[in-house]
């Protein structure tokens, strides 16, 4: 095993997740490749490992960028700790935490955490631990033995797939109290394939409004033909060919496509403004909403082509129009 890190959870402040780790979560671990957490200017790290007993750094936290934004809280702020994942003023600790340091931002939900020495989870006043089937309360200043501590998971860096075959075999297999996600390309491709039924829905759904789309443009062009019979009569005896009105009706029906669609990037851009204000502060994740997917620049030209479609029916009535018929007086 190259690195593991534990986690434990169960408790929040204002809603943010406290999570009970070591500091290599600080020092070894990398969030993405070649990339590791870093403390604000002014701020640092916590000091406290899983073994450490010094009480002071057991009650110190390093808090995420967002945290920090959303609660007030800087480098030597105090906060008491809130029992359970959702916010309840009821279920307040007595135990008080400083905060040694504030992350920079990351872009990522470790933006949202709250990060605190292992032992202070397990020290926590109203905590009880069962990690060898015995309920037993950490007593001050005392020490833990291994066999009664217990984490919520473990965060695993392997050293080679060997090292993954073999765990996949003894806790997977063999096993019956852990599950170990790996690999984790495959996990995450199975996950998102159990949600695939709902993107082929969402496809079905966009497929269904462009039909709906193009059938509109269809029925409105169409419609007005008869009432412009006449200008059309005008216009081939003014001398415009039967191809040039043909022509005038498609792209008309082209434009309508091509408005629309300017229209549908407009309330886009709203929603996926809406969104990224939900999804950062749900998640901590920020969304770029500048990174133009080809897609984007694809879907107006297919919804022209659409329209222009559309028009079609409309433009060979246009152009079956009999213009001695039409300019006949009506009165």
């Known amino acids: 095993m190259k690195l593991a890190i534990p986690y434990a959870v169960g408790d929040n402040y204002q809603g943010f997740r406290i999570v009970g780790t070591t500091r290599e979560i600080f020092t070894e671990f990398e969030y993405q490749q070649g990339r590791r957490f870093k403390a604000q200017p002014g701020g640092r790290f916590f000091n406290a490992g899983s073994s450490t007993q010094d009480s002071q750094n057991v009650h110190e936290a390093v808090i995420g960028s967002y945290v920090a934004q959303a609660t007030g809280l800087r480098a030597g702020s105090t906060f008491n700790p809130y029992h359970g994942l959702i916010y309840d003023e009821r279920q307040r600790h007595r135990d008080q935490y400083t905060v040694a340091g504030v992350l920079e931002a990351t872009n990522s939900p470790s933006d949202r955490a709250i990060w605190i020495p292992i032992d202070g989870v397990y020290r926590m006043s109203g905590h009880v631990l069962r990690g060898s089937g015995e309920t037993f309360r950490a007593a001050e200043g005392g020490e833990i033995p291994d066999e009664h501590k217990e984490v919520s998971a473990v965060m695993l860096k392997l050293r080679d797939p060997q090292s993954g075959f073999q765990l996949d075999q003894t806790i997977n297999k063999q096993g019956k109290v ?70 005038v009706i498609v792209i008309e029906a082209a434009l309508i496509a091509l408005i629309g669609a300017t229209c549908g990037y407009a309330v886009y851009a709203a929603i996926l403004a809406i969104t990224k204000i939900i999804v950062k502060a749900q998640t901590g994740v920020e969304l770029n909403v500048w990174l133009i997917d080809p897609i984007l620049w694809l879907t107006p030209l297919l919804m022209l082509a659409v329209g222009a479609l559309a028009g079609l029916i409309p433009a060979f009535k246009a152009y079956r129009t009999d213009v001695a018929e039409h300019l006949t007086p009506t009165s």
């Open 178 to 247: 852990a599950t170990l996600a790996w690999p984790i390309g495959r996990v995450m491709a199975e996950l998102f394939d159990k949600l695939g039924w709902m993107n082929r829905v969402l496809a079905l759904v966009a497929y269904l409004v462009i039909a709906v789309a193009a059938g509109s443009i269809l029925a409105s062009v169409y419609n007005t033909i008869n009432e412009r019979r006449r200008e059309f009569a005008i216009l081939r005896a003014l001398g415009a060919r039967r191809t040039t009105v043909f022509s």
